[in-house]
């Protein structure tokens, strides 16, 4: 079935360590986002990116559209960015419909 | 400033009794989504509103009704049929263009029935 697999699950890191974070879907895909959901519930927008690769500080991801993967690389992190990130598409196909992942949680300790 | 605003940031209520979460956008934007969270889980989609006075039924609409009579507006009501109501509760709205479109969301409104 058509489905958006996150990895890992969980993650824990040291305060200054490099991350990467993965997405796999099942189909051809229109949007992908990336969100970053902190402890208060609040999603915040990191990227929107169906293909290519963007940066924004210390946060870069790139999507391999033919291939069906997305990734999100967090340099350098810091405590603030911990939280559950979500990675979200919508599928080619006629339907209109956002789809999360399960996310990955991320703890960074200092 | 522009947004999405959601009220109010808790609610509580009896069982068996319908309440209704607001949603209110000032982005002009004609598309917006409720989703619903469960603790430790991703976002799923409940109901969906492309234009004013259409909406359609996501993937877990079943004790949930919505109405889009303006644009800025997308009320979400849960009914005492809805078997296990309490949750985070996600309202977003999308820019015209469609999927295309990156979706934006409101703070979220935490549900809790006893």
């Known amino acids: 079935g058509i489905q958006v697999e996150q990895s890992p699950p969980d993650l824990i890191l040291q305060e200054g360590a490099n991350s990467t974070l993965r997405c796999n879907f099942s189909?051809?895909?229109?949007?992908l986002q990336w969100f970053h959901q902190n402890p208060w519930g609040q999603l915040i927008n990191l990227f929107y990116?169906?293909?290519g690769t963007k940066q924004n500080g210390r946060l870069s991801a790139t999507t391999v559209a033919t291939e069906r993967y997305s990734l999100l690389y967090i340099s350098s992190s810091q405590t603030t960015d911990s939280g559950v990130y979500f990675c979200?598409?919508?599928?080619?196909?006629?339907?209109?419909?956002?789809?999360f992942g399960a996310g990955t949680r991320l703890a960074v300790h200092p | 400033d522009g947004g999405i605003t959601q009220s109010p940031k808790y609610l509580f209520r009896k069982e068996g009794q319908n309440v209704t979460l607001s949603c209110e956008q000032n982005?002009?934007?004609?598309?917006m989504y409720w989703y619903r969270q469960d603790p430790g889980q991703g976002l799923r989609l409940i109901y969906y509103?492309?234009?004013?006075?259409?909406?359609q039924k996501g993937d877990i609409a079943e004790g949930y009704s919505v109405s889009r009579e303006k644009k800025e507006s997308f009320p979400l009501t849960v009914t005492s049929a809805q078997k296990n109501p309490t949750a985070f509760y996600l309202c977003?709205?999308?820019?015209?263009?469609?999927?295309?479109?990156?979706?934006?969301f409101g703070n979220g409104t935490r549900l809790t029935v006893t």
């Open positions: 189909d051809s895909v229109n949007n």
């Open positions: 990116i169906p293909s």
């Open positions: 979200a598409v919508i599928f080619s196909g006629g339907y209109n419909k956002l789809i």
């Open positions: 977003a709205s999308q820019l015209p263009g469609g999927w295309n479109s990156p979706l934006h």
């Open positions: 982005l002009n934007h004609d598309a």
């Open positions: 509103s492309q234009i004013v006075n259409d909406f």
